[in-house]
Nanobody
């Protein structure tokens, strides 16, 4: 059972930055894909960014140019650097991994961007 723990969320003003962290209970090299998703109240959970075990990244259009996903194999961590935050980025952000075709989710971390 893969355990994921997110941290780094909080309240920030529009235009500010946050870095989200995701600590995995095992080597991230075991995961096919790692990613960040978010869910705002009343909305469906949506993709923000993913990174494959080979380092290939993919971003939602809303995240391109502002967010950067990365992984640290030595620390079993994944990160989401978020810059130029907007009020519409307000959501609970979830870490997700895919291992042998099965998805695992963290509990989420709240990001609130004030205008």
């Amino acid at each position: 059972q893969v355990q994921l723990v997110e941290s780094g969320g909080g309240l920030v003003q529009a235009g500010g930055s946050l870095r989200l962290s995701c600590a995995a209970s095992e080597s991230i090299l075991a995961f096919n894909v790692m990613g960040w998703y978010r869910q705002a109240p009343g909305n469906q959970r949506e993709l923000v960014a993913t990174i494959t075990s080979g380092g290939r990244t993919n971003y939602a259009d809303s995240a391109k140019g502002r967010f950067t996903i990365s992984g640290d194999n030595a620390r079993n961590m994944a990160y989401l650097q978020m810059n130029s935050l907007k009020p519409e980025d307000t959501a609970v952000y979830y870490c997700n991994v895919i291992k042998w075709g099965r998805p695992y989710w963290g509990q989420g971390t709240q990001v609130t961007v004030s205008s």
